[in-house]
C-alpha cells in the first residue's frame, strides 16, 4: 500500500510542477496589459516565456498521464463530471498557442493588439478555470456511489470555487511579476516593481478570506488539519515565503525572490494535499463514496511498473528542464528570430 501514498505525492508534485513553471507565464500573460506601453515592451514580455511556455504546459501533460495510470477511477469521475469545464480549458490552451504564435506574423497594429489581448484573455482562463477546478475539488462534488458526477457548468461555478479561482488568478499574476524582475530592465522593470506589493496585498486579503472560508466549510480537511497538527507548517511556511520574497525583491536579489515565490506555491498545494489525503476527490453527498488512494489506485502491479519508469524517466524531465532555464538565462534581447 506504500505505492498509493508514493504514487499521491509524485502526483502532487507534478501538478505542482505545472502550476509553479505554467504558472509564472500565465501571470505573464495576464500582467501584459498593464505593463506593457508599446510594441516592443509587448514584445520583450512575451519573449521572455518564448524559449520556455510550451515546456511548462509538458508538465499538465504528465499530470494527466500520472492521474489515468495510477488512479484510473479519480480520472474517470474528474474528467467525465468536469466535461464542459475541460473543454473550455482546452479550448483557451489552444487559443493561447494561436496568439503567442501568430502575433508576430504582420507588422499591422490592429493584427498584434487583438493577438495580445488574446494572449491575456487566454492567460486568465486557464488560471480561472483550474482554480474554480480546484475549489470544487476542495468543496467535494456531488459524486454518487457509482463513481459519477452530477454536475453542470452553473453548479461548478459557485461563489467558494470562484473565490479560489480568483486568488488563484492573483496568486499567478504575482508570480509571473517574479518572473519578469529576472528578464526585464528599465522602466518596465520598474513598473513590474511597482505591481508586486499590490499584488501581493490582494494576494493575503484573499488568502485570508479563503481560509476563513474554507474552515466553516462542511469539509473533512478541518479534520484533517486537527488531527495531523503537523501539516499546519505547510501554509505557515507559504506565508514565510510571500513575504521573503516581497523582501529579496526589495533588496534587487530578484533569482532568490523568484525562488521564494515558487516555494509559496508549492506549500500551498502541499497544504491541499495534506488536507484532503488519503481522499483525492471528495463527495458531497457523503463520505462513502469518496474515491482514495486506496479505493480508487489501479492494481499494485501496474503501479509497481508505473514506479519504475516514473525513476528512470523523471530526471530525464528535470534535466531538461534545468538545461532549457540554464540556457535561456539572463535579460530579453530582442532579435529577428523573437516573436
Given at each position: 500500500m506504500w505505492l498509493n501514498t508514493t504514487w499521491f505525492v509524485l502526483y502532487v508534485?507534478?501538478?505542482?510542477?505545472?502550476?509553479?513553471?505554467?504558472?509564472?507565464?500565465?501571470?505573464v500573460g495576464i500582467l501584459s496589459p498593464w505593463l506593457c506601453k508599446d510594441d516592443?515592451?509587448?514584445?520583450?514580455?512575451?519573449?521572455?516565456?518564448?524559449?520556455?511556455?510550451?515546456?511548462?504546459?509538458?508538465?499538465?501533460?504528465?499530470?494527466?498521464?500520472?492521474?489515468?495510470?495510477?488512479?484510473?477511477?479519480?480520472?474517470?469521475?474528474?474528467?467525465?463530471?468536469?466535461?464542459?469545464?475541460?473543454m473550455l480549458v482546452l479550448l483557451v490552451l489552444i487559443l493561447r498557442t494561436v496568439a503567442i504564435e501568430f502575433r508576430s506574423k504582420r507588422e499591422s497594429s490592429r493584427w498584434r493588439t487583438t493577438w495580445d489581448w488574446f494572449f491575456f484573455g487566454s492567460s486568465l482562463g486557464i488560471a480561472l478555470l483550474l482554480g474554480v477546478a480546484l475549489g470544487n475539488v476542495i468543496r467535494?462534488?456531488?459524486?454518487?456511489?457509482?463513481?459519477n458526477i452530477a454536475v453542470d457548468l452553473i453548479d461548478l461555478l459557485n461563489p467558494y470555487s470562484l473565490l479560489v479561482g480568483i486568488t488563484g488568478v492573483v496568486m499567478l499574476s504575482l508570480h509571473g511579476a517574479f518572473f519578469l524582475t529576472q528578464k526585464v530592465e528599465g522602466d518596465l522593470l520598474e513598473r513590474v516593481r511597482r505591481q508586486i506589493p499590490r499584488l501581493g496585498a490582494s494576494f493575503f486579503v484573499l488568502g485570508t478570506t479563503l481560509v476563513i472560508w474554507t474552515f466553516n466549510l462542511e469539509s473533512r480537511i478541518v479534520d484533517n488539519f486537527r488531527d495531523r497538527p503537523w501539516t499546519v507548517a505547510f501554509p505557515v511556511l507559504a506565508l514565510g515565503a510571500t513575504l521573503?520574497?516581497?523582501?529579496?525583491?526589495?533588496?534587487?536579489a530578484y533569482l532568490s525572490g523568484f525562488v521564494a515565490s515558487a516555494v509559496t506555491i508549492a506549500m500551498l498545494m502541499a497544504s491541499v494535499a495534506a488536507g484532503l489525503y488519503p481522499v483525492m476527490l471528495p463527495s458531497s453527498i457523503s463520505a462513502a463514496n469518496d474515491l482514495t488512494i486506496h479505493n480508487?489506485?489501479?492494481?499494485?502491479?501496474?503501479?509497481?511498473?508505473?514506479?519504475?519508469?516514473?525513476?528512470?524517466?523523471?530526471?530525464?524531465?528535470?534535466?531538461?528542464?534545468?538545461?532549457?532555464?540554464?540556457?535561456?538565462?539572463?535579460?530579453?534581447?530582442?532579435?529577428?528570430?523573437?516573436?
Open positions: 508534485v507534478i501538478i505542482t510542477g505545472y502550476v509553479i513553471l505554467d504558472g509564472f507565464d500565465l501571470g516592443r515592451e509587448h514584445r520583450i514580455v512575451l519573449n521572455s516565456i518564448g524559449p520556455i511556455w510550451d515546456g511548462n504546459e509538458v508538465w499538465l501533460v504528465l499530470g494527466g498521464g500520472a492521474l489515468f495510470a495510477a488512479f484510473p477511477f479519480v480520472y474517470a469521475s474528474l474528467f467525465s463530471g468536469f466535461y464542459t469545464a475541460m467535494g462534488v456531488k459524486l454518487d456511489s457509482d463513481g521573503a520574497a516581497w523582501r529579496l525583491v526589495e533588496n534587487r480508487a489506485a489501479a492494481a499494485q502491479n501496474t503501479l509497481t511498473v508505473m514506479f519504475v519508469m516514473a525513476i528512470i524517466g523523471m530526471p530525464f524531465v528535470l534535466l531538461y528542464t534545468v538545461g532549457i532555464y540554464y540556457f535561456f538565462r539572463g535579460k530579453v534581447v530582442l532579435d529577428e528570430e523573437s516573436y
